[in-house]
């Protein structure tokens, strides 16, 4: 079946270190993004990318790096710099042109990063 | 970017209507008015979206303001399984810096038995 696949599902990190988020998706999207969520709060951007070797800034990208060599794949690395990482990470894909349904965003089930 | 507004929270009785609002009032002319919601440790999923007119789909019904600065969510019958956060961000049609997405806190929705 086609979707996004996030992994590790759980992960915990000691001070200090630096941590890569897997995400995967089969959709064939163009647009690929990277939320932050903090318990009780909503969703903040952190990195997007329209398209492969390409990326943006999103409203905290401190701390926090991307890359993006694959169509199929945006990794993100919790860096030591980010100074309070424990949150749930959300990971998302969409085509970027046209009216939905098409650019409709698909998120995965999330990964959950605990700093120890 | 557009900003959108909705309160906290909301309750709901099982097997009532509930409407769910959002206030989008910085929405440009192109941006197309869509929801998602959010059970507790999932990712969110597409709920409906809609441009100027009312829309219906399985899930729910969506009601656009005339002036298009507001909207409101309908699920014409509550059930349990529709407790989540329900976000409203509007979404651009083009590429760009216009292509990313902004959620607020979104509205948390409890539904009593």
């Known amino acids: 079946d086609g979707g996004i696949t996030q992994s590790p599902k759980y992960l915990f990190r000691k001070e200090g270190q630096n941590v890569t988020l897997s995400c995967e998706q089969n959709l064939n999207h163009d647009a690929m993004y990277w939320y932050r969520q903090d318990p009780g709060q909503g969703l903040r951007l952190i990195y997007y990318?329209?398209?492969?070797?390409?990326?943006q800034k999103g409203d905290i990208a401190e701390g926090y790096s991307v890359s993006r060599e694959k169509k199929e794949s945006f990794p993100l690395t919790v860096t030591s710099a980010q100074k309070n990482p424990t949150a749930f990470y959300l990971c998302a894909s969409s085509t970027w042109t046209g009216s939905p349904p098409g650019n409709t965003i698909y998120f995965g089930e999330g990964s959950w990063l605990t700093v120890v | 970017d557009a900003k959108t507004t909705q309160p906290n929270s909301m309750e709901s009785n099982e097997e009532e209507p509930v409407h769910l609002p959002c206030n989008h009032s910085?929405?440009?002319?192109?941006?197309?008015i869509h929801w998602y919601r959010q059970l507790p440790s999932q990712g969110p999923e597409y709920v409906i979206h809609?441009?100027?007119s009312n829309v219906n789909n399985r899930m729910a019904s969506l009601a656009i303001a005339e002036d298009r600065k507001s909207s409101t969510l309908i699920l014409h019958r509550a059930t349990l399984r529709d407790a989540a956060v329900y976000y409203c961000?509007?979404?651009?049609?083009?590429?760009?810096?216009?292509?990313?997405?902004?959620f607020g806190k979104g509205i948390t929705l409890s539904v009593r038995p």
């Open positions: 910085t929405i440009s002319g192109t941006d197309y």
């Open positions: 809609g441009l100027t």
């Open positions: 990318s329209q398209i492969v070797n390409d990326f």
């Open positions: 961000p509007p979404r651009s049609p083009y590429t760009g810096a216009n292509s990313k997405l902004t």
